[in-house]
């Protein structure tokens, strides 16, 4: 298994936390609240080291994104056959999705168990926009991987540096598609371009607003989180298999 690059992450804790709630282990639902909850303190000071506008504006959270996703791990083809039992192509895929499409589940009802629970932490660390800030980097870093995992599965992944992979797999996940290493603008480079960035801005702005569902009252923002974070993933998913399983 391997990270996308070694570039340093924001907060000491985050790398760590992050990996635990992308890895897709089966724990109970307090216990991933917890994690998240953990996320959103260990993001806290970075947030308020970048200010109250970049927070509001969504240029804090894609700076962060860009941050954390060279240490996404991502396993190679036959390292995810043997994880899921000898399973290739369409099957590997759909299995793959499924298993995403849980993790992010996980973490919407995450959210929404963390709006309802009170954690020992100062209430500034806490507000509203970085706890949608965690869930949002965790459903990014679980989709970034399937994305990456999935171009592993149609011997179709993206070669060069680290950060060459890094801006590709970017950029697909911002695009929706698979990689076409003869179009011009997605990353290849290693260096993703202004209107990249502002694409990846754009998609990780949304993908922050659906997740604000998770901070409804009580429990309701569980349910609501699970739900929309399982369907958009899968979409994902399904989009990005179909589009590389149908080309030459």
């Given at each position: 298994m391997r990270g996308l690059s070694r570039r340093e992450t924001p907060g000491e804790e985050v790398p760590g936390l992050l990996t635990r709630l992308i890895e897709g282990a089966p724990t109970d639902r307090r216990t991933q609240a917890g994690l998240l909850g953990r996320l959103t303190v260990a993001l806290g000071a970075s947030a308020r080291r970048a200010g109250a506008l970049a927070v509001a504006s969504g240029q804090w959270l894609t700076d962060t994104v860009l941050e954390i996703a060279p240490h996404v791990p991502v396993r190679d083809y036959l390292t995810l056959r043997d994880h899921y039992g000898g399973l290739s192509g369409n099957d590997?895929?759909?299995?793959?999705?499924?298993?995403?499409?849980?993790?992010?589940?996980?973490?919407?009802?995450?959210?929404?168990?963390?709006?309802?629970?009170?954690?020992?932490?100062?209430?500034?660390?806490?507000?509203?926009?970085?706890?949608?800030?965690?869930?949002?980097?965790?459903?990014?870093?679980?989709?970034?991987?399937?994305?990456?995992?999935?171009?592993?599965?149609?011997?179709?992944?993206?070669?060069?540096?680290?950060?060459?992979?890094?801006?590709?797999?970017?950029?697909?996940?911002?695009?929706?598609?698979?990689?076409?290493?003869?179009?011009?603008?997605?990353?290849?480079?290693?260096?993703?371009?202004?209107?990249?960035?502002?694409?990846?801005?754009?998609?990780?702005?949304?993908r922050a607003g659906e997740n604000a569902a998770t901070v409804m009252p009580l429990l309701a923002g569980a349910v609501a989180g699970a739900s929309l974070n399982s369907r958009e993933t899968r979409r994902l998913g399904e989009a990005i298999a179909k589009d590389l399983n149908g080309r030459p």
């Open positions: 590997l895929a759909r299995a793959m999705i499924d298993n995403a499409a849980r993790a992010t589940g996980a973490v919407g009802a995450a959210g929404g168990i963390v709006s309802s629970l009170e954690f020992a932490a100062p209430p500034t660390l806490l507000t509203t926009p970085v706890q949608i800030a965690a869930e949002t980097l965790a459903v990014v870093a679980i989709e970034l991987k399937l994305v990456a995992e999935l171009h592993e599965v149609y011997r179709r992944p993206a070669s060069g540096t680290p950060a060459v992979r890094t801006a590709a797999y970017l950029g697909a996940w911002t695009r929706r598609r698979g990689l076409d290493p003869f179009s011009p603008g997605q990353g290849l480079g290693g260096v993703l371009t202004a209107g990249a960035r502002r694409e990846l801005r754009r998609r990780v702005i949304r």
